[in-house]
C-alpha cells in the first residue's frame, strides 16, 4: 500500500521556537496533502490542504502566519509551526492523496512545548 | 453540534462477544462515510467504507442509513487485538475530498 513518512515522530522544545514537521509520500505522486491535529480524546481536526506549487487552503479558526505550509514538490509537503507555545501542543498529522484515491497518512508527530 | 458524533465509550467487552457502534452525521451533502480504526499515539488506518446496502469483511459489518443520517460498526468474535478507538468519517466534496471525523468510541477487550 502507499507510504506516508512523517518527520519527526517526536518534538519536545522550549516556548518560542519554531518547528518543521515534513510529510513526505514515498512511493506515489501526492496531487494534495493535508494537515490534521488532534488534541487528547478530540477527534482529528483539519487544518489545512495544500495542493503542490500552490497556495494552503486554512480551515476556519487556523492562523496561516502561525502555521506556515509549504507543498513544493509532489512528494513532500512541510508544517513549520512558528513561536510555538504550550498551547500548540498537540498531536499533528498529515495524509496524502492523488486525484480522488483515498488519504494515506503519515505516523504523526507529537509535539510538546515547554 | 459537531458535524459526527460518536458516543466516546469506553465499551468494555469481554472476548468473543459482539458490540455495536453508532454514528450520527449532520451534513446531508456528506458524500462518503468509513470507519477508520486509531491505536493509542498512533495514526489512524482506515478499516472499511460504509454503504447503504451494508458492508462485510470478516467480523467486521458497517452500514450507512442516509435517512437517518447514521452510520453503524458491528464486530463479531471480539479480539483482544480490536482494542482501540474507532472514528466514524464522512467525506464532504469540497472541491478536494475532505475527511470530517468523529471524536471516536473507545473498545476494550477482555479476556
Known amino acids: 500500500g502507499a507510504v506516508v513518512s512523517q518527520h519527526p515522530s517526536r518534538v519536545i522544545c522550549k516556548s518560542g521556537t519554531s518547528v518543521k514537521i515534513e510529510c513526505r509520500s514515498l512511493d506515489f505522486q501526492a496531487t494534495t496533502m493535508f494537515w490534521y491535529r488532534q488534541f487528547p480524546k478530540q477527534s482529528l481536526m483539519l487544518m489545512a490542504t495544500s495542493n503542490e506549487g500552490s497556495k494552503a487552503t486554512y480551515e476556519q479558526g487556523v492562523e496561516k502566519d502561525k502555521f506556515l505550509i509549504n507543498h513544493a514538490s509532489l512528494t513532500l509537503s512541510t508544517l513549520t509551526v512558528t513561536s510555538a507555545h504550550p498551547e500548540d501542543s498537540s498531536f499533528y498529522i498529515c495524509?496524502?492523496?492523488?486525484?480522488?484515491?483515498?488519504?494515506?497518512f503519515g505516523d504523526g508527530t507529537r509535539l510538546s512545548i515547554l | 453540534r459537531k458535524e459526527v458524533e460518536q458516543d466516546p465509550g469506553p465499551f468494555n467487552v469481554p472476548e468473543g462477544a459482539t458490540v455495536a457502534f453508532n454514528c450520527t452525521y449532520s451534513?446531508?451533502?456528506?458524500?462518503?462515510f468509513f470507519w477508520y480504526r486509531q491505536d493509542c499515539r498512533k495514526e489512524p488506518k482506515l478499516l472499511m467504507s460504509v454503504y447503504s446496502s451494508g458492508n462485510e469483511d470478516g467480523r467486521f459489518t458497517a452500514q450507512l442509513n442516509r435517512a437517518s443520517q447514521y452510520i453503524s460498526l458491528l464486530i463479531r468474535d471480539s479480539k483482544l487485538s480490536d482494542s482501540a478507538t474507532y472514528l466514524c468519517v464522512a467525506i464532504l466534496n469540497t472541491g478536494f475530498q475532505k475527511l470530517v471525523f468523529g471524536t471516536g468510541t473507545r473498545l476494550l477487550v477482555s479476556p
Open positions: 495524509s496524502a492523496s492523488r486525484s480522488d484515491q483515498p488519504q494515506h
Open positions: 451534513n446531508s451533502a456528506s458524500q462518503s
